[in-house]
């Protein structure tokens, strides 16, 4: 099952609904606003199967972010061995963790904000994982049972601000450069190992398998749940592969103009065109 939040336009002004995917239909699932809504509700799987809300043309909708405002978005640095290498650093004995807040996260199509202040954007192509149980304390095991479903993602990083510190977190989550999406698509319908790529422009940047991963999605949820609650819609961000601009030589950032394409096949693509904030 595939579902997505949809932005339509009511009594002058925009409001969001959660829907489901069917072909090139979507179909409203009453009640709920958006996707992390849904998955915060008994029984949300058997709800969005059920639904037979108001239906949308899937072309030319407006999306916007599958789960717009999560309680937590947790990411993981140095997850896959080719930016390891390319990055010049060690395979980590731990996840290197850091976090987002929903202020940065975007549609699948929107326009990506390239800010006034930094002139080092870079790519992160990412598979990410949405919550859909709480738990605490998961065990590896159990892990699959917490995970509601998987998406696209890219951690957009202004690199001198992330290198300013030896914390990450001020270049990872300014306001409007996290595409995320187009549709959360439960882990029935997925498993992890098709390929990621990104590209700027048409030329592809990153190209591995997303089954490359240092720590897979199922010891991530547990790792993480042992320091903090994972609740409903909550989503990890499971790291980047090689390719992105700050190891290339010469170093690559996005420019005005660019288009940057993030694919993973079976998930989906976002498809960003980038723009000079305002």
Not at 47 to 70: E, F, M, Q, R, S
Not at 100 to 106: A, C, D, N, R, V
Not at 126 to 143: C, H, T
Not at 178 to 184: E, M, V
Request: aromatic residues 6%; negative net charge.
């Amino acid at each position: 099952m595939r579902l997505l939040t949809l932005r339509i336009p009511a009594e002058g002004k925009t409001v969001t609904k959660a829907v489901r995917q069917d072909g090139d239909t979507l179909t409203e699932i009453p009640g709920f606003a958006d996707v992390g809504e849904l998955l915060r509700s008994e029984n949300w799987e058997a709800t969005a199967k059920a639904a037979n809300g108001a239906t949308h043309a899937l072309d030319g909708a407006d999306l916007a972010a599958v789960v717009p405002a999560p309680g937590k978005i947790i990411c993981v640095g140095h997850n896959y061995r080719n930016h390891i290498k390319e990055m010049g650093r060690d395979i980590p004995d731990h996840p290197t963790l850091f976090a987002k807040y929903q202020e940065s996260l975007i549609g699948p199509n929107d326009d990506l904000a390239l800010p006034q202040e930094s002139d080092t954007v870079d790519w992160e192509a990412e598979l990410a994982v949405v919550i859909g149980k709480k738990g605490r304390r998961i065990s590896e095991a159990d892990a699959a049972d917490h995970i509601a479903g998987y998406s696209v993602l890219n951690d957009i990083s202004m690199r001198d601000y992330q290198f300013r510190t030896v914390q990450w977190l001020q270049g990872k989550t300014w306001e409007n450069s996290t595409p995320f999406g187009p549709a959360l698509v439960t882990k029935d319908e997925f498993t992890v190992g098709p390929l990621m790529t990104s590209a700027v422009d048409g030329e592809i940047q990153q190209q591995t398998p997303t089954g490359d991963l240092v720590f897979t999605p199922e010891y991530l949820v547990s790792y993480i749940s042992t320091i903090i609650t994972l609740n409903p819609g909550d989503v990890i961000a499971t790291g980047t592969p090689g390719g992105v601009g700050h190891a290339q030589d010469p170093k690559r950032y996005l420019q005005e103009g660019q288009v940057l394409v993030t694919t993973i096949e079976g998930l989906g693509q976002l498809t960003n065109r980038v723009v000079k904030e305002a």
